[in-house]
């Protein structure tokens, strides 16, 4: 009897699986631990392994196909065996459809409503609607009493906006032809979907400060040798970054909050984001309860998940539940920039590189290092004045990194 390759569950937030790539084709043969396939969801790759020896008799999911957990893939088993029938990528894609409210000969079209009736729609769809130019009755709702969701407008503005592409496509000029058109998959698609979201769901406002880094570089210079020593590893500026981040959100609640359902909701912990750049895109693994952990454990956690991200060892649980997010670009020599939030948080904190620049102190012109901050903040959940009072508060940590180890 054939073996089922199934597309396995990463977490148990995972909703969906994609094929990135097939490493074999129908009818070679294959040894139990072959790769046979590499898959990927929520920014988390990995490789799947022949479950068996035979040969791959189906491979139901092509590539760049989005699947549930526990789909079918493939098939193995002895050349020439049947293979029953089962749940395509297809049928799983219409399934998939008919519970977001989306008939499977609507793809390409923006959902509409059935029948004229009231409309029910939230705050927040009704202002995202009329920004795009959709009419609340035309999209059809998926929530209670088919209340209309903020993700049925996303979902609405999409459908729309990649009609809207076809129809640039037909009229692009000839020489478009030429240039090179490479489909959008796996850790790419879910970071384009997440941005874009983000840019358009939120109120973005990002503000920059310096922070005089000196007596924390000779702080950091002068334990080296002993944290080397002692914890076998070295304390790096991300990680008294992440500390004084932590300290001040305690200070600025509201900075380890998000704006939900026209409701402010604040986090009791903080669970920090540590974005970190793979070569095919950026994840954002999680430190859990980080407002509990000594500096030297804040450390090693950052590296660890660092690690698991870089080798692809992360599961989809590992990247959900962050209440703050810090990004750093101080390794690319960048200075300031604008991070785009980790929806739903309220708050991203931008890391550049540490530069020795000339400061007059008093009458005095001395070489200081300077280390720039740029917060990036939902201007629905807070103003800047209590966002840049939270930026102070880490600027002052980094200051006197001794008030950091008290």
């Not at 459809?97 to 729609?121: A, H, S, T």
Request: net charge neutral; aromatic share 4%.
């Amino acid at each position: 009897m054939p073996v089922e390759v199934i597309m396995p569950k990463l977490g148990m937030a995972m909703k969906e699986g994609t094929v990135s790539q097939w490493n074999k084709t129908e009818g070679d043969p294959v040894k139990k631990g072959d790769l046979i396939a590499n898959i990927n969801s929520e920014k988390i790759e990995m490789e799947i392994e022949s479950p068996a020896d035979g040969t791959i008799l189906k491979i139901n999911v092509p590539e760049g196909e989005g699947v549930p957990p526990g789909t079918v893939i493939c098939y193995i088993g002895n050349p020439g065996e049947k293979v029953e029938a089962s749940k395509t990528a297809v049928q799983a894609a219409e399934e998939k459809n008919e519970e977001r409210g989306v008939k499977v000969d609507n793809i390409g079209k923006y959902p509409l409503r059935q029948e004229k009736e009231q409309v029910k729609i939230s705050p927040v769809a009704r202002k995202m609607a009329e920004a795009a130019g959709l009419k609340p009755e035309d999209i059809q709702g998926t929530g209670p009493g088919g209340r209309i969701t903020k993700e049925d407008v996303q979902r609405a503005m999409k459908a729309l906006k990649e009609n809207s592409a076809e129809t640039r496509i037909e009229k692009a000029e000839p020489a478009a032809e030429t240039a090179k058109r490479t489909p959008v998959s796996g850790m790419r698609k879910v970071i384009a979907g997440r941005m874009l979201d983000s840019l358009q769901s939120t109120a973005q406002l990002t503000i920059t400060m310096k922070a005089d880094v000196t007596e924390l570089v000779a702080l950091q210079k002068q334990s080296k040798e002993t944290v080397a020593k002692r914890y076998g590893g070295k304390l790096t500026m991300t990680d008294f970054v992440a500390r004084a981040v932590i300290l001040a959100l305690k200070q600025h609640p509201i900075m380890n909050s998000a704006y939900i359902d026209d409701s402010i909701v604040t986090y009791p912990d903080v669970h920090l984001g540590i974005a970190v750049a793979l070569e095919k895109g950026l994840v954002v693994p999680a430190i859990r309860n980080a407002g509990s952990k000594t500096l030297i454990e804040l450390s090693k956690e950052i590296k660890e998940k660092a690690l698991a991200a870089r080798e692809g060892k992360l599961l989809t649980d590992d990247l959900q539940g962050s209440t703050f997010t810090i990004s750093s670009l101080g390794a690319s020599g960048v200075e300031f920039f604008t991070p785009i939030l980790n929806p739903p948080e309220a708050g991203i904190l931008g890391i550049g590189a540490v530069s020795d620049e000339a400061v007059f102190i008093g009458d005095t012109v001395k070489k200081r290092s300077r280390l720039p901050l740029s917060l990036t903040f939902d201007h629905r959940a807070l103003d800047g004045a209590p966002a840049a009072a939270f930026l102070q508060t880490v600027k002052q940590y980094l200051e006197e990194p001794i008030t950091m180890l008290l």
